[in-house]
């Protein structure tokens, strides 16, 4: 009677699980055909190349939210009639002429890459360079600031440990900024790629050992821009006394220039190699529905094979994929947030209100120093972000079409669809994350500024061309990465210059067209991301003034992380091009100071 039993269930559970299989093969050539074309976009970039992010593959579009935000309402028309395609339709843009303010303009100048001279990077450590030897204590920091502020400061203090002979303590990150982000490093990073390969470098832990929880521990404010003498001899005394050294606070802790070649090399391969993005913010996109796989199917052995193999597929940069669609983008740092606005002072184009609401901001943030802020002086200063509105401007001058797909990279705009609404006219395929991903996908970064930012800035890297607003944290990092990957083209405006011919087209002293264009043009055809040695200090300024007035090595790792393989005509240009721009950036340093 038992075995007829058991003879029963055999028969039962056979038929059972090769309906499970069969629905789990259904589920997998389901992802496969219907969410993933399986080759890249012909526009991603060679693989081969080890410093590039990853390459992504197509994935398709989920139902966006209903929320109504500025962000759903540039969504291109097709989202809503065509759903349920399994593949992003191309936005219809012209490949081959674009008609811009400046007259008729071929679209290869338009997106055509910076002459890069053949530089190539070059961080690999001199033959003296070796392993670090025993350590003589712990370095635990903690970091301020939002995204790029902390990755800046994460590469230096590893640098720091280097020449301390410190064991680094993975960094605490930020959460009590003006973002109130809850991330821990392991959330916005790849902790263990961080510490395997930093391993010949400088020895890292996840934790302080417990032996050394109670320990005496000092709390040292490094002071700013400190040279390689001061952390050897200063802070490396300090090893006599403790074990434990807390660093109070370490953005901009370290200066630009004039480090030994190893450690500047470092501070690279930290930056571009090790603080690498966490999987999850690096697969932004691979959602995988489960609904058609229930626990029970899972417990078939053959279908749980085939659940490692959809889990492990990879689906990588969605967002950057989707923008490639539309063919060439832009991806605009448009830093037109409250945050920004509040800290800097600038009101220009606001309400009354909304100038209020941004002094209130100001004085109730116990650590922004500066509260009373001339907002016209600030920015005729050049020190105020471009608004939505000069942006399009902007754009509209160097001869981008209205047709020209951009990716704005950034947080809320203050005042949302109000201030979005004249650059919204002129360039009506502006894109974000918000409207490029679903709800679903965006759900884990969600309520992150600093992961969100983590989005922003892989598709502002790998972007066709990049434009910033305003040389805050982040573009000066994204244009320093796109530098290290081959001097990508970066347009950084000249925001003293151009608000200058703003004012003269309100006064209607001047009009759009053809002047401005040429004029806009002219202004900005030596700053388009093309290869020059990183800017000194201003002739004449003194102490931590002239170190202050340096540009910072993050924004332009040349000379100390690239290297040129060039003729002597190609070493002849770019003497003559380090010229050009040494004298116009030492004339805006000393504007600024």
Known sequence: MIQRRR????????????????????????????????????????????????????FNYQKLSAEKKWTEEVAPPHLSEQQSSPHLPKAP?????????????????????????????????????????????????????????????????????????ATLVVPELDKRSFWRDTSNFSDIFDEDHFINALANDVKVVKKLPKELSSATKIVKHFKSMSSFKY????????????????????????????????????????????????????????????????????????????????????????????????????ALHLRFEKDMLAYSGCTHGLSNAEAKELETIRDETANWKVKEIDATEQRYRGQCPLTPKEVGIFLNALGFPSETPIYIAAGEIYGGVTHMADLRSRYPLLMS????????????????????????????????????????????????????????????????????????????????????????????????????????????????ESTHSEEAFYTNPLPDCLCQRASQNVNTSIRESNRKVDRSMQKEQLKVL
């Open 7 to 58: 003879r029963r269930m055999v028969a039962v559970d056979k038929p059972r699980k090769i309906l499970v299989c069969t629905a789990c093969v259904i589920a997998l050539v389901g992802l496969l055909t219907g969410y993933v074309r399986v080759f890249p976009s012909p526009r991603a970039s060679n693989s081969s190349d080890p410093h590039k992010l990853p390459t992504q593959h197509e």
């Open 93 to 165: 843009v012209s490949l081959h002429k674009f008609n811009g303010a400046g007259g008729n303009l071929d679209s290869e100048k338009l997106w055509k890459l910076p002459e890069a001279l053949d530089f190539v990077p070059c961080i690999q450590p001199s033959s003296n360079y070796t392993t670090p030897d025993k350590t003589r204590g712990y370095l635990l920091v903690r970091t301020n600031g939002g995204l790029n502020q902390m990755r800046t400061g994460i590469c230096d203090m590893v640098a720091v440990a280097r020449i301390i002979n």
């Open 231 to 330: 952390y050897r001899d200063v802070i490396g005394s300090l090893w006599e006394e403790y074990r434990v050294i807390r660093a109070a606070k370490f953005d901009s802790r370290l200066t630009n220039n004039d480090l030994p070649s190893d450690i500047q090399k470092l501070r690279c391969r930290a930056c571009y190699e090790a603080l690498r993005f966490a999987p999850q913010i690096e697969a932004m996109g691979k959602v995988i529905s489960l609904t058609l796989i229930s626990i029970h199917f899972l417990a078939s052995s053959a279908c749980f094979s085939l659940f490692i193999v959809l889990i492990k597929f990879p689906i990588l940069q969605v967002l950057v994929d989707r923008m490639r669609s539309y063919g060439h983008f832009i």
């Open 433 to 544: 994350k918000e409207n490029l991903a679903s709800v679903a996908e965006l759900e884990p970064f969600t309520n992150h500024s600093s992961q969100m930012a983590a989005l922003d800035y892989i598709v502002s890297v790998e972007s066709d061309v990049f434009i910033p607003s305003y040389s805050g944290n982040m573009a000066r990092a994204v244009e320093g990465h796109r530098r290290f990957l081959g001097h990508r083209k970066t347009i950084s405006p000249d925001r003293r210059g151009l608000v200058h011919l703003f004012g003269q087209i309100e006064k209607g002293l001047l009009k759009e067209g053809s002047k401005l264009s040429n004029r806009i043009i002219e202004i900005h055809k030596n700053l388009q991301g093309s290869p020059r040695r990183r800017g000194g200090s201003v002739p004449g300024t003194k102490s931590m």
